[in-house]
């Protein structure tokens, strides 16, 4: 990590959150989300990182993870019991973050269909 004048690390630059730019009322998800309490793991070589995944949908999860480092912005999401899934990071808030995967959400959803209620999975709209 290169520094900035002062000899301090320089700031790393997450993508920005545009989710407090929307006007209220305004759905955000296009897909309903899922409480859950699943480990996994981060693997962005030559690093994995543990993590919890506490909330997840055909397109995105949102992460807890254990250590203060930089989170890179594309990398594979493992899901015990369930696979890889390709994900890029889409917040960053301490020690959570929210991803959205990368791929086509209905064959996302159908991997966790044995285990959250299919009938939900997808939007209203699809």
């Known amino acids: 990590m290169a520094n900035d004048t002062t000899g301090m690390p320089a700031a790393v630059d997450y993508p920005v959150d545009d989710r407090r730019r929307r006007p209220r009322g305004t759905p955000r998800r296009s897909h309903p989300r899922f409480t859950v309490v699943w480990t996994g793991r981060i693997v962005a070589p030559p690093r994995t990182l543990d993590c919890v995944i506490l ?13 203060a480092l930089d989170l890179p912005v ?35 959803g159908q991997t966790f269909a044995s285990v959250l209620p299919v009938s939900r999975l997808f939007s209203r709209d699809s």
């Open 74 to 108: 594309r990398f594979t999401l493992i899901v015990d019991k369930f696979g890889d899934f390709p994900a890029e990071l889409v917040w960053r808030d301490g020690r959570s973050a929210g991803v959205k995967f990368i791929g086509d959400p209905a064959q996302i």
């Open 55 to 67: 909330n997840i949908s055909a397109a995105g999860a949102k992460l807890r993870v254990f250590e």
